[in-house]
């Protein structure tokens, strides 16, 4: 193999850019291969709130004003990427941009400006990418697990039993629909019945949650790394929010705007997820769809002999 000494001794350097229905980010992140260890550091996350789902879940279509401000967005990951002399970057965007009546034709505007490739993932795809974060090697084998991951426009589920993912689903249920009262009430059926028969005969079964807003919901419980936090102290949580204006949250809790509004539908969306699976803790690894992106580029350059 070719590889450069720079690259055994520092590693790695790959780029990930999620763009989300609320935020996108560019995650970068270095690898190390130890013998037959993969060890995976988080270098730097930048997170930029655009909501393009604000645009898609109320009128269907990403609107011009957004187009320029991703277009900006893409260009500054650009510079930063080549600041960092990252080795490959993979990019791609999920609901917002799949459900948007103009989405393919601004993926291909954002590739002309700004020379980034990204991919609009299906559902299916974006469940199996956020399980690449091969979060299965920190599980007990053992134990049965209810993967959630919840984002702007959908929440994607994944039934791991027995060391492995024997059902996989993603739903149009995110936390911006919510807040814009676009989530049917047959679609919360869909993904009730749908957890019930997935995990029927399965118990104990534990909670992984995923996202923005269940870390930060993790961070408030002030919990410590590595401890599950219990039904009854999210649903504390989501009562306390709850109790708190708009406002408020920012101003007494420091929440930022984006975060501020979304945080309660997001905390309803795993508490319905927990409560149908009965489901009492749920564990929070603080890795996500951009940790899934890095892992499948690095498999990629990998059976490419590039790395």
């Given at each position: 193999?070719?590889?450069s000494n ?60 957004k ?25 791609v ?7 948007a ?61 027995k ?6 689903k ?77 406002e ?60």
């Open positions: 193999m070719n590889h720079n690259e055994k001794q520092y590693g790695t350097l790959l780029a990930a850019i999620d763009i989300g229905s609320n935020a996108i980010r560019l995650l970068l992140s270095r690898v190390f291969e130890d013998k037959n260890l993969l060890l995976f550091h988080k270098e730097e996350l930048i997170r930029m709130s655009i909501r393009l789902g604000e645009d898609v879940f109320l009128q269907g279509k990403i609107s011009d004003e187009i320029q401000r991703l277009i900006h967005a893409m260009k500054a990951y650009h510079h930063i990427m080549n600041v960092y002399q990252v080795k490959a970057y993979k990019a965007a999920t609901s917002a941009m799949r459900d009546q103009n989405g393919k034709e601004v993926i291909q505007l954002l590739e002309k400006e700004t020379g980034i490739k990204i991919e609009i993932l299906d559902g299916k795809t974006e469940a199996s990418l956020i399980f690449e974060n091969h979060i299965e090697e920190i599980l007990d084998p053992d134990k049965a697990y209810m993967y959630i991951d919840v984002g702007g426009g959908s929440t994607e589920i994944t039934i791991y039993n060391h492995k993912a024997i059902a996989s993603s739903f149009n249920i995110g936390t911006l629909r919510l807040l814009y009262n676009k989530v049917e009430e047959n679609t919360w059926d869909e993904m009730k019945q749908w957890i019930k028969k997935q995990t029927q005969g399965i118990y104990p079964i534990y909670a992984i949650g995923s996202g923005g807003n269940i870390n930060k919901l993790y961070k408030m419980s002030g919990k410590k790394e590595n401890k599950s936090l219990g039904y009854n102290k999210l649903k504390g949580l989501y009562e306390m929010l709850q109790s708190y204006t708009y408020e949250r920012m101003k007494l809790l420091g929440l930022k705007p984006d975060r501020a509004d979304v945080i309660v539908p997001a905390a309803k969306i795993y508490l319905t997820a927990m409560k149908t699976a009965d489901i009492e803790k749920i564990y929070v690894p603080q890795i996500g769809l951009s940790d899934g992106v890095i892992h499948k580029l690095y498999e990629e350059l990998k059976s490419k002999d590039l790395v």
